[in-house]
């Protein structure tokens, strides 16, 4: 393949969050993103990544991939094949060339995932990828970036994810998920505000609107069972397993 991708870090660990969490996945983390969100604990990779060619990137996930024995028959768990590839950021669709490195991913057999912001055209990249595509809320300071255009897009094997720090974002989230029937496309995730490290408090992120009321994990499970609403609540398994701002996993 040709082309290339200017990448933050490629590494093999569990999925922490989204369906598919607890399974293990090769994440695949580019560089650049156009957002500043309040709570954003990858602000290292706004900037900082080395330029590697698409053949390069596709050894190395398969070289992660091999003690895998990529190519079993489908397993029980309803996947084809592990460990499952996530393209993540900063924001990977900045980079058109990720693109072509999906379906290519797609091709030689993998279960593919991208996390990507919401504020970018999801429409371009292949059928066969599960789409996990934030709609941001108001204690991200980027609610204005969300690109409304993108639900017509939804299909059952994508996911809508809604980060939520303060009770207005729970109460905003509830209003989109009935403005847009969202329970009815696909599997909707309510992901609590995990507190960033000191480390991973970089100025350059946005700050949270005024006025708004904090939300603890607690709060946010109860109001989502008292409200019966049709959603899963997660939180990052992976800042739980290791230290909330230990890279590489």
Not at 20 to 42: E, H, K, N, Q, V
Not at 71 to 86: F, Y
Not at 160 to 182: C, M, N, P, S
């Amino acid at each position: 393949m040709t082309g290339t991708l200017v990448v933050n870090e490629i590494y093999l660990s569990l999925q922490g969050e989204s369906t598919f969490a607890g399974l293990p996945c090769i994440f695949i983390r580019l560089t650049a993103c156009d957002l500043r969100c309040s709570y954003c604990d990858t602000a290292y990779a706004f900037t900082e990544g080395k330029k590697k060619s698409l053949a390069e990137i596709l050894a190395e996930v398969k070289r992660l991939a091999a003690p895998f024995q990529i190519g079993n028959r489908q397993s029980a768990i309803g996947i084809s094949s592990l460990p499952l590839v996530e393209l993540t950021g900063g924001e990977p669709l900045l980079q058109k060339n990720s693109l072509p490195l999906m379906k290519q991913l797609c091709d030689d057999g993998f279960t593919v995932l991208i996390e990507t912001s919401g504020a970018h055209d999801i429409a371009t990249m292949d059928p066969r990828v599960h789409r996990i595509m934030d709609l941001k809320c108001p204690s991200s300071g980027e609610a204005e970036r969300n690109l409304y255009a993108n639900l017509e897009c939804l299909k059952a094997t994508d996911e809508v994810k809604f980060v939520i720090g303060t009770r207005e974002d729970y109460e905003w989230a509830k209003t989109q998920i009935a403005a847009h029937k969202l329970a009815s496309i696909c599997p909707l995730l309510f992901s609590w505000v995990h507190p960033l490290t000191p480390e991973q408090q970089n100025p350059v992120l946005k700050k949270v609107p005024a006025g708004l009321a904090p939300m603890t994990r607690t709060e946010l499970a109860e109001k989502i069972i008292a409200d019966a609403l049709p959603v899963r609540f997660q939180i990052q398994q992976h800042k739980i397993i290791w230290p909330p701002e230990q890279r590489g996993v």
